[in-house]
């Protein structure tokens, strides 16, 4: 019914950047917050920004001030610009989000994950 791809992942070096996209397709009504996660080797997913659908994002405080969420709500697509990266940002980077379908029904959704690799 809905599915998230994301985008833009790779490798960088310290204090690079990459920019991660998230597109929703399928029978959207509307999408309520979007969020990225990111999962390390050997740890629990973690929450890393969130956005609501009026655009207020949320952030973990490890990222505060190197990431910025953002979202095109006309494009279902949701954004993680990630600047100053270091090699503790190493990790699968999830999308997620809170869709409402043409049904009226809300399902959370997940993408398939995108690999983030910094090291020198």
């Known amino acids: 019914q809905v599915q998230l791809v994301e985008s833009g992942g790779g490798s960088a070096q310290p204090g690079e950047s990459l920019r991660l996209s998230c597109v929703a397709s399928?029978?959207?009504?509307?999408?309520?917050?979007m969020s990225w996660y990111r999962q390390a080797p050997g740890k629990e997913r973690e929450l890393v920004a969130g956005?609501?659908?009026?655009?207020?994002?949320t952030y973990a405080d490890s990222v505060k001030g190197r990431f910025t969420i953002s979202r095109d709500n006309a494009k279902n697509v949701a954004y993680l610009q990630m600047n100053g990266l270091s090699p503790e940002d190493t990790a699968v980077y999830y999308c997620?989000?809170?869709?409402?379908?043409?049904?009226?029904?809300?399902?959370?959704?997940w993408g398939q994950g995108t690999q983030v690799t910094v090291s020198s």
């Open positions: 997620y989000a809170g869709v409402r379908l043409w049904s009226g029904s809300v399902h959370g959704y």
């Open positions: 399928g029978s959207i009504l509307s999408i309520n917050a």
């Open positions: 956005i609501t659908s009026g655009n207020s994002p």
